[in-house]
């Protein structure tokens, strides 16, 4: 009898060990789930990976969650001054900036997408807390930007600063997954 109580004791310890192993193993091989998105404009899809869920936030925006991530899909119209990713990706980082209380560790990327071109801010942002009652929002973006026949689609995906090296594979897939239904 001790044999098997100190074998399950044993096993109900090491589980908990190899679950976090795994958890900061940055796997390139996530399962991802199609998630279709309807935009004002066109119907596109991105993959999103199995453990996210699916809710309605605010302003009805399709919002895919998960503990302190999120990733979501928008689209807007492009002014003709913004209209190659470029310079709507500019553009848009200079609204978050003035947004925010602080912008930080700013990178851009490009690479191509469904032979459309994207661009990705990544960057760090604080939201000042009122002395006292509230502490600092501080959170990474990585947000994508293909912009096509004067419309931007946007793929923002948002994580607390300790998790994001995790879920940053996550939302590298998401947008790299981008495309148009027919």
């Not at 935009?39 to 936030?57: F, H, Q, R, V």
């Not at 990706?89 to 990178?107: P, R, V, W």
Request: aromatic share 14%.
């Amino acid at each position: 009898m001790k044999k098997i109580i100190f074998f399950l004791l044993i096993t109900i310890l090491t589980i908990p060990l190899f679950a976090c192993d795994n958890k900061n193993n940055f796997s390139s091989n996530l399962q991802l789930v199609e998630a279709i998105t309807y935009s004002p404009l066109e119907n596109i899809a991105i993959d999103i990976p199995t453990e996210y869920k699916e809710e309605m936030g605010n302003y009805g925006i399709l919002t895919y969650k998960k503990n302190n991530a999120s990733i979501i899909v928008t689209s807007e119209p492009t002014k003709k001054t913004d209209d190659d990713v470029a310079a709507y990706g500019h553009y848009a980082l200079k609204q978050y900036s003035d947004t925010f209380d602080k912008l930080s560790d700013i990178e851009e990327i490009y690479f191509e997408v469904n032979g459309l071109q994207c661009k990705v801010n990544q960057f760090k942002y604080i939201i000042y807390g009122e002395a006292g009652e509230m502490d600092d929002i501080e959170r990474y973006c990585y947000v994508g930007y293909i912009v096509k026949d004067g419309t931007a689609y946007i793929i923002s995906c948002v994580s607390t600063v300790p998790t994001f090296e995790y879920n940053k594979i996550g939302f590298e897939q998401a947008v790299k997954s981008f495309r148009f239904i027919d």
